[in-house]
């Protein structure tokens, strides 16, 4: 409920109206009377709007919450922040997987010559004014700012077929950033607000969010056996995903995760004129990646719920020109930005998570 827009002043504010501060002129009768009505007034909706508004009181979480420029927004699938337990946060120097002792920006940058900068992300700022570049280069971006700015929404696959170690090889080996990672049971790890610019995919950087989902990814014929140890045919001839066991613990919230292609056969497909073979990303990871992409449209009105198609409306399986990625707003591939990338891969259902996200739009 929104408060009446006395209540939305700071209560110092309020001082003046009531008076307070005026111990002469409270002596005069008829100002004594016109603070009793406005105190009358005043007070009630105050008291009200305290009991909502109580000190100390936790302020509740769904656990689907999603941070822009500070603030809050439901997604309806499985989130973890860095701020929270068990999350990952790219906002830190140190490594985050190496030994203790060894973790520091200063021991970790002497040992890993990609870690050039303490910083595994920077700043918006094409596009900007002087004046906003100076409000927002301590992180001070406001919702309808970056609103302004935020056009893309890019898809990647990890190539290390779960999230831990996607976010151990961006932070702790090459000293990059993804704003989202998505792991192969569904769960959305948001390691950066998204008013930040995060380094994932060169040019698209200061307009896109970014999004690693987890998969080992696409291969052409004579290197797919890779696929071979990471899924396997169950009893019942159905495909499982199998992470190798000397991997030990993926990390995952889900425990005991059971994961499937969410269509069973291996698919193969075409990007950047080489032939993929790649199997399905899971069905967990759909749901949330639908959610994920509505809610984000919904965020920002300039990001449309779409993909890049060719004029009879099939998707686009190249990298765009420089005429169509600058005139493309909306949902895209690592591939569709650089020449030297096939991320997300040919089994990447494109109608699915569009057509998805577009239903759960209003
Ligand atoms: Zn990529």
Redesign the pocket.
Known sequence: MRPPALLQMPLSSLTPILGRNDSSDLSLPWRGWALLVLTAICLTPLAAAASELELGKQVPRQGDEIMVCGQLFHTTAPVVLWLDPGGYDAYRVERRFAPLEKSSWEASSKENPHLDTPNRYGLRKAGLTDKQLQQVRGGGWDLPLLQKVVDQF?M??DVCGYSQKCFRVLQDDRGLSVHIMLDIDGTIYQTLDLKERAW??TRSNTRSVGI?IASIGAYPKDKKSVLDQWYTTAPDGTIRLRPPRQLGPLGLRTRHFEGRPDRQELIVGTIQGIELYQYDFTPQQYDSLIKLTATLCRIFPLLKCTYPRDANGRLISHQLTDAQWKNFHGLLG?YHIQKN?T?PGPAFNWKKVIGGATRLLP
């Open positions: 890019v990647h696959y994932h995919a690693e690592h990338k991320d």
